[in-house]
């Protein structure tokens, strides 16, 4: 596929396609990759966010974007920048996020995505921040905020897990451009 927005040494991110809708609902659907989310996504809401992505890239130039490998041409999750839909002392604001196919962890592919999606945000977007957060029981997604550049800011009570007592306890990290 060459109809990537930009790459990284061995990822290509773009818009997203149908075909991805049966994928991305494979990976929301796995217990493992949904382990610090409240649970697994349907089919139906995988649907829906790809629909969300397409028109946030359509509206503000980027979202969180459908990630191939460039040496298989294989779509392995996503990876991108998006606006928070909660409400919190810190929002409006940017957020970096990424999930991927638990077969493509381990292998330096959200560090490495996240860092060119920050230059992306920065260099491009011209955005002054973004951030990044995650529960404070995630310690995988911290490590890659830390080896991306960000920088730990706060705790918080996220308000859509305030019900969760594993999971409302959540991390605020930025990165300035």
Not at 156 to 169: G, S, Y
Request: aromatic letters at 12%; glycine letters at 6%; charged letters at 25%.
């Amino acid at each position: 596929m060459s109809n990537y927005l930009f790459t990284s040494e061995r990822l290509g991110f773009r818009n997203w396609q149908p075909a991805d809708i049966a994928q991305m609902a494979a990976i929301n659907a796995d217990a493992d990759v949904m382990e610090f989310f409240p649970g697994t996504k349907t089919y139906e809401e995988s649907e829906a966010f790809v629909k969300l992505m397409q028109q946030q890239l359509t509206d503000k130039g980027y979202c969180y974007f459908a990630v191939d490998t460039l040496a298989e041409t294989q779509f392995i999750g996503f990876i991108g920048i998006s606006e928070p839909t909660f409400e919190s002392s810190f929002t409006p604001c940017t957020d970096i996020g990424w999930r991927l196919s638990k077969a493509s962890w381990n292998k330096g592919y959200a560090t490495e995505g996240a860092k060119r999606c920050l230059s992306y945000a920065f260099d491009e977007l011209k955005l002054k921040s973004v951030v990044a957060t995650a529960p404070k029981v995630n310690i995988r997604s911290q490590q890659v905020m830390i080896k991306a550049g960000m920088n730990k800011v706060m705790e918080f009570v996220h308000p859509r897990l305030i019900d969760n007592d594993r999971l409302r306890d959540c991390v605020l990290y930025e990165i300035m451009g």
